[in-house]
Nanobody, 119 residues
Framework: QVQLVESGGGLVQPGGSLRLSCAAS????????WNWYRQAPGKKRELAAQ???????AYVDSVKGRFTISRDNAKNTVYLQMNSLKPEDTAVYYC?????????????WGQGTLVTISS
């Protein structure tokens, strides 16, 4: 069974940076898409960043130019580099992936990591 484990959240002052990591473990044939979602207090979960196996990335408008999604295929790990952080970036961040394994395709979720931007 594939699991996703996130790390890297924490408390940062406005203007600061954080790097989130999400590692997939288990029997994995391929990872087609990596996603970073976030859910702010009282709001719906939104897709913040996406990275395809071909290397194409996409971002929600509010993070464009500040966040960068990247991956290390050898480690089955995705990263989210977050710069120029704002209080409105405060949220629980979840990674999600479209994975092909021995039993077919599935889309596991990480447990979430809390990012708090506050002075």
């Amino acid at each position: 069974q594939v699991q996703l484990v996130e790390s890297g959240g924490g408390l940062v002052q406005p203007g600061g940076s954080l790097r989130l990591s999400c590692a997939a473990s288990g029997t994995i044939f391929s990872i087609n898409v990596w996603n970073w979602y976030r859910q702010a207090p009282g709001k719906k979960r939104e897709l913040a960043a996406q990275l395809s196996s071909g290397g194409s990335s996409a971002y929600v408008d509010s993070v464009k130019g500040r966040f960068t999604i990247s991956r290390d295929n050898a480690k089955n790990t995705v990263y989210l580099q977050m710069n120029s952080l704002k209080p409105e970036d405060t949220a629980v961040y979840y990674c999600n992936a479209h994975i092909r394994g021995p039993l077919g395709y599935f889309e596991p979720w990480g447990q979430g990591t809390l990012v708090t931007i506050s002075s």
